[in-house]
């Protein structure tokens, strides 16, 4: 099987885009995936999900300014790993990494507050500029500054990942998978997900969003 994975900055809001794009190419390639991973547990996206209109208010009381288009795109942005594909494959089975993965209850319950605090630490009180795609590329340079430097070698988590993933890429159903983790799982060093997952049979292919 094919396992493309696609190395995200979390905290990036024009990833999503990119992602799209990404899954939009792979479709007219090559169809319908067997499954989609996701660096997620269910229970915790569902939580977080249900922030977003919260978010995008946030959004729009500090930035009056900004066009609806870019409110939107925001809003999406908050734990857009777990659903920008469907926006591509709907019905696509979703494999979930994270799966009983313990979070503080604080943590989760302001997601959306912590993140939109990461924003107005980017981007200041007041924005002056018009142009979404220069606010966005702004905002990507801060996300890539602060995601620091990768790690020396994987966690318990890149293993307990790759072998969820080679376990059900095992069972079929597709001649491909999509793989949706951080950036840093997606580089080959000692451990990472990346680097035991090319040990086996089947071919990864990675792109950086």
């Known amino acids: 099987?094919?396992?493309?994975?696609?190395?995200?900055?979390?905290?990036?809001?024009?990833?999503?885009?990119?992602?799209?794009?990404?899954?939009?190419?792979?479709?007219?390639?090559?169809?319908?995936?067997?499954?989609?991973?996701?660096?997620?547990?269910?229970?915790?996206?569902?939580?977080?999900?249900?922030?977003?209109k919260e978010f995008q208010a946030a959004i729009s009381n500090q930035w009056p300014g900004f066009s609806a288009e870019l409110l939107e795109l925001l809003m999406l942005s908050l734990a857009y790993?777990?659903?920008?594909?469907?926006?591509?494959?709907?019905?696509?089975?979703?494999?979930w990494l994270d799966a009983g993965r313990e979070a503080p209850e604080e943590d989760i319950k302001n997601y959306a507050r912590d993140r939109f605090a990461i924003y107005k630490e980017w981007l200041g009180d007041n924005v002056s500029e018009k142009d979404d795609s220069k606010i966005l590329k702004k905002m990507s340079k801060k996300a890539g500054q602060q995601a620091g430097t990768p790690p020396s070698k994987g966690t318990e988590r890149d293993a307990k990942w790759a072998h969820m993933i080679l376990q059900r890429?095992?069972?079929?159903?597709?001649?491909?998978?999509?793989?949706?983790?951080?950036?840093?799982?997606?580089?080959?060093?000692?451990?990472?997900?990346?680097?035991?997952?090319?040990?086996?049979?089947?071919?990864?292919?990675?792109f950086f969003l």
Do not use: N
Not at 81 to 95: C, N, S
Not at 197 to 206: I, P, R, S
């Open 169 to 206: 890429a095992r069972k079929g159903g597709g001649d491909w998978a999509v793989i949706i983790v951080g950036k840093f799982h997606a580089l080959t060093y000692a451990g990472s997900m990346r680097d035991i997952l090319k040990t086996g049979e089947d071919t990864c292919k990675v």
């Open 1 to 52: 099987m094919i396992l493309c994975i696609a190395g995200v900055g979390h905290f990036d809001p024009a990833a999503r885009q990119r992602l799209v794009k990404l899954l939009r190419y792979c479709c007219q390639r090559c169809g319908k995936p067997a499954f989609i991973a996701t660096e997620w547990d269910k229970d915790i996206f569902e939580q977080v999900l249900a922030q977003r």
């Open 81 to 95: 790993e777990a659903d920008t594909h469907l926006e591509v494959f709907p019905d696509a089975e979703i494999l």
